[in-house]
């Protein structure tokens, strides 16, 4: 049996500009939520249940290849880079999204070119 989600992959992309202007906690959460959402997708599971961000990736399914397709997610995402053996170890969702989170812009640059973005668009 298949479970269909009905949101795009584009509606689940994260506001970049406001995730870079959050403050870290802020960045960790939304990216955790975000981790979740693309592996439910991805490995297909029912809407009962729930990824676990204390749990390993591998634990949870994820492997070689969905590591390579989440990595291209994140880094699209994001816009950042990410290695694919940073997915493959055995580190949960709240580790993996807290090393994205360190590899963001500082909060203040972040923050400074929102801040020109959302002036310009004025």
Same mark, same amino acid.
């Given at each position: %049996?298949?479970?269909?989600?009905?949101?795009?992959?584009? $509606?689940? /992309?994260?506001? /970049?500009?406001?995730?870079?202007?959050?403050? +870290?906690?802020?960045?960790? *959460?939304?990216? @955790?939520?975000?981790?979740? !959402? $693309?592996?439910? @997708? +991805?490995?297909?599971?029912?809407?009962?249940? *729930?990824?676990? =961000?204390?749990?390993?990736?591998?634990? !949870?399914? #994820?492997?070689?290849? %969905?590591?390579? !397709?989440?990595?291209?997610?994140?880094? +699209?995402? /994001?816009? #950042? +880079? #990410?290695?694919?053996?940073?997915?493959?170890?055995?580190?949960? #969702?709240? $580790? =993996?999204?807290? &090393? &994205?989170?360190?590899? %963001?812009?500082?909060? *203040? $640059?972040?923050?400074?070119?929102?801040?020109?973005?959302?002036?310009?668009? *004025?």
């Amino acid at each position: %049996m298949t479970f269909q989600n009905t949101s795009t992959w584009l $509606e689940r /992309l994260p506001d /970049l500009p406001a995730l870079r202007a959050a403050d +870290t906690a802020a960045r960790i *959460r939304i990216i @955790e939520q975000y981790i979740c !959402q $693309e592996l439910t @997708e +991805t490995l297909d599971i029912p809407p009962a249940y *729930r990824i676990n =961000v204390r749990r390993p990736l591998r634990s !949870q399914g #994820v492997d070689s290849i %969905m590591a390579i !397709q989440l990595k291209r997610k994140l880094e +699209t995402a /994001l816009g #950042v +880079t #990410v290695k694919a053996a940073d997915l493959l170890r055995d580190d949960s #969702v709240a $580790e =993996v999204a807290a &090393l &994205l989170c360190a590899l %963001m812009p500082d909060r *203040r $640059e972040a923050q400074a070119r929102f801040a020109a973005t959302a002036g310009a668009g *004025r």
